[in-house]
């Protein structure tokens, strides 16, 4: 395939190595005349492990040049890729000044072919940036219709300084996302040698993905330094907890906990956290990431509230108060505080919980639930149908396969507020409400 990059920094330069190490003829394209000088005499722009080699290849091969000309680039290619920077303003949002004039110079080159062209946003850009700046720059300087005279996608990347092209030729994925199919799959040929799932998707989601990745590797940084921190502080090898903790890939370094749901609670999680928390201030230890977790909860369980009552209905029917589906331990429930809320807000509720029969509770479960909330005891019902029955609203809280079966037989007249994602296939539209998806 004939392929332009534009932008020979961090991300281009080996981009357009790796494409034309893979036999693509790549054309390289910058404002700099020093990075496509040295391009161009061999020499890569940047120091990353094995790239001088790749670049040395491909040019005495003839696969890789590079030139300061862009109509020169996308007059002699098919698909261009753009990796110019997006750097941070002061206020924290992208600078996207290189990307859009970059679109422009594409897009009035673009004005003159005939032939189906694409666009691959390689840059790492906000969710809504190709939808609301890249293809309107694109339609506007072209005079033709994304979609239907060229197509554009987005191809984000998850290269480290270091070892970014073992990361190229080493993927732990590869993400597409594309206008249409003819985009996407004009993508994925770049990459169905690499041995990595190849994910085809749309582009918001994929804009999202780099910046999930990116902040999560951050938050383990951040993570693993304010355990360490308490660690020093209580003469302990901080190493060796970390060595340990990362062995447990059950539920440490997995998927489990890692889907959006609803807050957190039970006997555990709570209130180790504040005791995490009060141990290090009882030492004069400052972590912000760590005594963030609650307060972060706490205003989740306020997003749940705030989605029931927006509602504006009476009549509210609660599945699953417990902690969890399959307990019957309410202690630090989101659920309860969701419950007691209404309750002061002179809501009519039913609750239904499988696992919570007061009947047949037992020890400090039983004991919580006479002793701190009685009156939720007066609320529970025996059967889901009683609830499907008198709700105006039905309110999914925990993870009971049970609830899942309930959204085909709500009446027209009924909204179900789901704070835990109990299906991927929702009730009509308007009737079903998520709280983040």
């Given at each position: 395939?004939?392929?332009s990059?534009?932008?020979?920094?961090?991300?281009?330069?080996?981009?357009?190595?790796?494409?034309?190490?893979?036999g693509?003829?790549?054309i390289?394209v910058?404002?700099a005349?020093?990075?496509?000088?040295l391009?161009?005499?061999?020499?890569?722009?940047?120091?990353?492990?094995?790239?001088?080699?790749?670049?040395?290849?491909?040019?005495?091969?003839?696969?890789?040049r590079?030139?300061?000309?862009?109509?020169?680039?996308?007059?002699?290619?098919?698909?261009?890729m753009?990796?110019v920077?997006?750097?941070?303003?002061?206020?924290g949002?992208?600078?996207?000044?290189?990307?859009?004039?970059?679109?422009?110079?594409?897009?009035?080159?673009?004005?003159?072919?005939?032939?189906?062209?694409?666009?691959?946003?390689?840059?790492?850009?906000?969710?809504g940036?190709?939808?609301?700046?890249?293809?309107?720059t694109?339609?506007?300087?072209?005079?033709?219709?994304?979609?239907?005279?060229?197509?554009?996608?987005?191809?984000?990347?998850?290269l480290?300084?270091g070892?970014?092209?073992?990361?190229?030729?080493n993927?732990?994925?590869?993400?597409?996302?594309?206008?249409?199919?003819?985009?996407?799959?004009?993508?994925?040929?770049?990459?169905?040698h690499?041995?990595?799932?190849?994910?085809?998707?749309?582009?918001?989601?994929?804009?999202?993905?780099?910046?999930?990745?990116?902040?999560?590797?951050?938050?383990?940084?951040?993570?693993?330094?304010?355990?360490?921190v308490?660690?020093?502080?209580?003469?302990?090898?901080?190493?060796?907890?970390?060595?340990?903790?990362?062995?447990?890939t059950?539920?440490n370094?997995?998927?489990?906990?890692l889907?959006p749901?609803?807050?957190?609670?039970?006997?555990?999680?709570p209130?180790?956290?504040?005791?995490?928390?009060?141990?290090?201030?009882?030492?004069?230890?400052?972590?912000p990431?760590?005594?963030?977790?609650?307060?972060?909860?706490?205003?989740?369980?306020?997003?749940?509230?705030?989605?029931i009552?927006?509602?504006?209905k009476?009549r509210?029917?609660?599945?699953?108060?417990?902690?969890?589906?399959?307990?019957?331990?309410?202690?630090?429930?989101?659920?309860?505080?969701?419950?007691?809320?209404?309750?002061?807000?002179?809501?009519?509720?039913?609750?239904?919980?499988?696992s919570?029969?007061?009947?047949?509770?037992?020890?400090?479960?039983?004991?919580?639930?006479?002793?701190?909330?009685?009156?939720?005891?007066r609320?529970?019902?025996?059967?889901?149908?009683?609830?499907?029955?008198?709700?105006?609203v039905?309110?999914?809280?925990?993870?009971?396969?049970?609830?899942?079966?309930?959204?085909?037989?709500?009446?027209?007249?009924?909204?179900?507020i789901?704070?835990?994602?109990?299906?991927?296939?929702?009730?009509?539209p308007?009737?079903?409400?998520?709280?983040?998806?």
């Amino acid at each position: 395939m004939r392929i332009s990059v534009f932008g020979l920094g961090y991300v281009g330069s080996v981009t357009s190595a790796c494409l034309a190490n893979d036999g693509h003829t790549v054309i390289g394209v910058d404002v700099a005349d020093v990075k496509v000088n040295l391009i161009n005499n061999s020499r890569a722009p940047i120091i990353e492990t094995g790239l001088n080699a790749l670049i040395d290849t491909a040019v005495k091969s003839g696969t890789l040049r590079a030139t300061t000309d862009a109509a020169e680039a996308i007059a002699q290619t098919d698909i261009a890729m753009i990796c110019v920077g997006t750097p941070s303003k002061n206020n924290g949002d992208l600078n996207t000044d290189h990307l859009q004039q970059t679109c422009t110079q594409i897009g009035s080159v673009l004005a003159s072919r005939i032939d189906y062209f694409t666009i691959v946003i390689r840059s790492t850009v906000l969710p809504g940036t190709i939808s609301n700046l890249v293809i309107p720059t694109l339609e506007q300087a072209s005079g033709k219709r994304a979609g239907v005279d060229f197509g554009v996608g987005n191809n984000p990347e998850f290269l480290r300084e270091g070892t970014a092209v073992h990361d190229y030729y080493n993927p732990a994925k590869t993400v597409i996302g594309g206008i249409d199919a003819r985009t996407t799959d004009s993508i994925a040929s770049l990459y169905r040698h690499l041995q990595a799932p190849l994910i085809v998707t749309d582009m918001h989601t994929a804009e999202l993905v780099k910046y999930a990745d990116n902040v999560w590797h951050a938050v383990k940084v951040a993570f693993a330094n304010e355990i360490g921190v308490i660690a020093k502080s209580v003469n302990v090898d901080s190493h060796q907890v970390m060595n340990i903790f990362c062995q447990d890939t059950k539920l440490n370094l997995s998927p489990y906990y890692l889907k959006p749901g609803f807050a957190f609670g039970g006997s555990c999680l709570p209130k180790d956290l504040r005791a995490l928390n009060y141990c290090a201030r009882s030492r004069d230890l400052t972590l912000p990431l760590l005594s963030s977790v609650l307060p972060s909860n706490a205003l989740h369980i306020e997003r749940g509230i705030a989605a029931i009552l927006a509602t504006q209905k009476q009549r509210i029917g609660i599945l699953g108060f417990s902690f969890k589906a399959g307990t019957d331990d309410l202690r630090e429930s989101p659920m309860v505080q969701v419950i007691e809320t209404l309750i002061g807000k002179g809501k009519t509720l039913q609750l239904y919980d499988h696992s919570v029969n007061l009947a047949s509770l037992v020890g400090a479960n039983k004991n919580y639930i006479l002793e701190r909330i009685p009156h939720i005891s007066r609320l529970m019902v025996e059967t889901i149908e009683t609830i499907l029955e008198q709700a105006e609203v039905v309110v999914i809280g925990n993870h009971d396969p049970a609830f899942a079966e309930i959204l085909p037989r709500l009446k027209p007249s009924q909204q179900v507020i789901d704070l835990v994602r109990i299906t991927d296939s929702p009730a009509t539209p308007g009737q079903y409400h998520g709280l983040c998806w």
